[in-house]
Nanobody, 127 residues
């Protein structure tokens, strides 16, 4: 089973930037889509972005389009989420997730489609 470890969270002022990383262990043949989700206190887990290892296509939630960029390094088995122009409403615990090799991310992201999750990394946007 793939294990995922997120890193890069922290405290940043509004308008600032952070880059989150998701490192995956296990065989790269075990998964295709790598998703980023976030969950703020008292709210449901929300899909943020997703990238397909097979062809590099990406998906973004409307709330982060133009501010966040997802990228992959297949050789290093990492996926990064570059977050720019951060807003207080971006404050949440951010998780990366995968499923099996057949999952292809397209359209609105659903947490229920992903079966393996990292432990999460806290992002706090505050002045």
């Amino acid at each position: 089973q793939v294990q995922l470890v997120e890193s890069g969270g922290g405290l940043v002022q509004p308008g600032g930037s952070l880059t989150l990383s998701c490192a995956a262990s296990g065989s790269t043949f075990d998964y295709n889509a790598i998703g980023w989700f976030r969950q703020a206190p008292g709210k449901e887990r929300e899909g943020v972005s997703c990238i397909n290892r097979s062809d590099g296509t990406t998906v973004y939630a409307d709330s982060v389009k133009g501010r966040f960029t997802i990228s992959r390094d297949n050789a290093k088995k990492t996926v990064n989420l570059q977050m720019n122009n951060l807003k207080p409403e971006d404050t949440a615990v951010y998780y990366c997730a995968v499923d099996g090799p057949m999952l292809y991310c397209e359209g609105p992201l659903k947490a229920a489609d992903f079966s393996s999750w990292g432990q999460g990394t806290q992002v706090t946007v505050s002045s």
